[in-house]
């Protein structure tokens, strides 16, 4: 992580026995970088790219007081099934307050938007959704609510009118993240999506993974799994049966990450 710093300049009392210098005080500003290459985007254990790879990037403001304020973004292939013409990309806007509450206990609550530019076709659902989060952690514990404020949840109708609202669905997730020390460390991740009154478009899904820190980077691998329906999460990219992708089965998924 960089800090945002300023730099200090030293004047000519440098080296002049008996004088101690003040440290400038740190700055209450971050602001950091991110990037990754991954063999497959899968977001709550649906692949976002129809089983392809990704290449992802963000940037991330906080302060010291616990607000903060980040963008990340994406490349996407579901949205152009059915929902926009145009789109190759997801782009993420969103902000919050985190902090901690003891030493080992944690919060984070915020919004956060799923923006996906492009000219949206004639009587398809908005896929744009925007939720509410709130999480905590205690040690290497972790859990999430989510909750969708938007009027549908990445364009999901109801079951028994697919264009009506889903606002109110959830995921809920929890996850433990472990260090091994060395650069080493294992995740196990559990969530469950519901999309309000669409029984099929709802499920659970779980992630295993392992990663190292190389140093210029981190490598990760990752097993994911969900017990989704088959007929809801198999999207086409053409007409009705062309090219037809299941999105939301068992799969593993290979990354390099840095943060700068």
Request: charged share 15%; net charge negative; aromatic share 14%.
């Amino acid at each position: 992580m960089k800090k945002i710093v300023t730099a200090l300049v030293l004047t000519g009392m440098v080296g002049a026995p008996g004088v101690v210098m003040a440290e400038e005080p740190a700055s209450p500003h971050t602001l950091t970088a991110n990037v990754a290459l991954v063999s497959d985007y899968v977001f709550r254990g649906v692949s976002q790219t129809q089983n392809g790879p990704a290449i992802q990037g963000g940037v991330d403001y906080s302060h010291s007081s616990g607000f903060y304020l980040g963008t990340w973004a994406s490349n996407v292939a579901w949205v152009s099934t059915g929902f926009e013409n145009n789109n190759s990309m997801e782009i993420d806007f969103y902000g919050g307050f985190k902090g901690t509450v003891a030493d080992d206990f944690g919060y984070d609550v915020g919004v956060i938007t799923y923006y996906y530019p492009g000219d949206k076709i004639t009587g398809a659902n908005n896929p744009d959704t925007t939720e509410l989060y709130l999480g905590g952690s205690w040690k290497i514990l972790s859990a999430k609510y989510s909750y969708t404020a938007s009027n549908q949840f990445v364009g999901w109708g109801t079951e028994a009118d697919p264009t009506a609202k889903t606002q109110g669905s959830y995921y809920v997730e929890g996850a433990v993240n472990y260090p091994f020390g060395e650069g080493w460390g294992v995740l196990a991740h559990v969530g469950y999506q519901s999309v309000k009154d669409n029984s099929p478009a709802s499920y659970t899904d779980w992630k295993l993974g392992v990663s190292k820190d190389v140093g210029f980077g981190v490598i990760a691998l990752a097993y994911t799994d969900t017990n989704a329906d088959t007929a809801p999460y198999t999207w086409s990219t053409g007409g009705a049966g062309d090219n037809e992708k299941k999105v939301a089965g068992a799969k593993g998924i290979l990354s390099f990450s840095k943060s700068f």
